[in-house]
């Protein structure tokens, strides 16, 4: 692979997650931010080949790619502007807050020939990919229910996380992880269903401590997904689950029983900032980022992850917010159409 010269906007938690596997294959990478934390970011990794520009034009005139790590609000136009300017995009999940928009970024990046990358990245853990390849190779048969959970302490260090007219909520921004994986193992989804427990507010409002939501998802298969997600108390661990049911077996994980997942904090976080990673193998975040990169070359494979999964991803999980809203079971139209029709239960 040649050498690689990443255009990484934003410098929390997750571009700390992103950085170190750039620089494991070897790029050079130039980081953006509107806050002065790039200059910070960039110090950190002194002598290593990371810089701080200014300003976006000056970040996408040179660069090979651009990595967004930034808030879910500023997705579309940070990717329109990467697009715009001829450079391969990796976008963090949610592609976008809406499925409208999800559409208009990959339309963008079909029309002028570069990649978009969805960074789903628990396709990459290695629990998730052994029981992926085991349902492809028809290990499990039929696949009847498929069970899968995801929680920790709420999110406390922005406070758009918890705003769900910016974060989605904790079904757009922490389930949509499992709504991928179900979709992943089992198929497109037809049927939406969902409810969600608490008021989601701000973070800092006490009134939102403990969020939980659950979707249930009928695929076109028949196979039915329940997917739980939980913001808690500060003191919650994380833990995943999956419990994953066919016709002739049953896979299932649990993290806190398995050591498939440990939680690491790039440099000095605040409490309960953390990133999940994986002990077993190399980071998951590097495999991403390795299997994005090997499409950009000519002839390169298709990545695992791509445009039209994070489309899906987000109309799932958009159907699942309406539902919860409403009360009302969403039915999901074929792929190819951006509406949802809602249906009573």
């Not at 833990?239 to 016709?247: E, I, K, L, P, S």
């Not at 980071?283 to 298709?302: C, K, M, N, T, V």
Request: glycine share 10%.
């Amino acid at each position: 692979m040649r050498p690689l010269h990443i255009g990484l906007i934003g410098a929390g938690g997750i571009a700390r997650a992103h950085l170190p596997g750039w620089l494991e294959l070897g790029a050079r990478v130039s980081v953006h931010t509107v806050d002065g934390s790039a200059e910070k970011l960039a110090a950190e990794y002194e002598g290593r080949g990371v810089t701080a520009v200014a300003g976006l034009d000056e970040l996408l005139a040179d660069c090979a790619a651009v990595d967004i790590c930034t808030p879910t609000p500023t997705h579309k136009d940070l990717a329109l502007a990467a697009v715009a300017a001829g450079r391969h995009v990796i976008c963090e999940k949610p592609l976008a807050l809406n499925v409208r928009d999800a559409e208009e970024i990959a339309a963008a990046a079909e029309a002028a020939g570069v990649r978009l990358h969805p960074a789903h990245v628990v396709r990459y853990f290695p629990a998730y990919a052994t029981m992926q390849q085991a349902v492809a190779r028809g290990e499990l048969g039929n696949l009847a229910v498929l069970r899968f959970t995801r929680g920790g302490a709420r999110p406390q260090w922005a406070p758009w996380f918890g705003d769900p007219a910016l974060s989605g909520g904790v079904i757009m921004d922490l389930m949509v992880h499992d709504i991928d994986i179900a979709r992943w193992i089992a198929g497109d989804v037809v049927r939406v269903h969902a409810q969600t427990r608490g008021i989601e507010h701000a973070t800092g409002d006490a009134r939102a401590e403990v969020v939980s939501a659950t979707a249930v998802l009928t695929h076109a298969s028949g196979a039915i997904s329940h997917i739980t997600g939980l913001w808690g108390l500060p003191d919650q661990r994380f833990r995943t689950t999956f419990r994953v049911a066919g016709g002739d077996g049953l896979l299932q994980h649990d993290s806190t029983t398995v050591p498939g997942y440990r939680i690491t904090a790039q440099g000095v976080r605040a409490a309960n900032e953390g990133i999940p990673s994986s002990p077993m193998t190399e980071s998951p975040y590097l495999s991403e980022l390795r299997d994005f990169a090997a499409s950009w070359e000519e002839g390169g494979p298709e990545p695992r992850v791509g445009a039209r999964d994070g489309i899906e991803a987000v109309r799932i999980a958009e159907a699942a917010v309406e539902s919860s809203r409403t009360g009302r079971a969403v039915e999901l139209r074929p792929s190819s159409e951006s509406m949802i029709k809602e249906v009573t239960r």
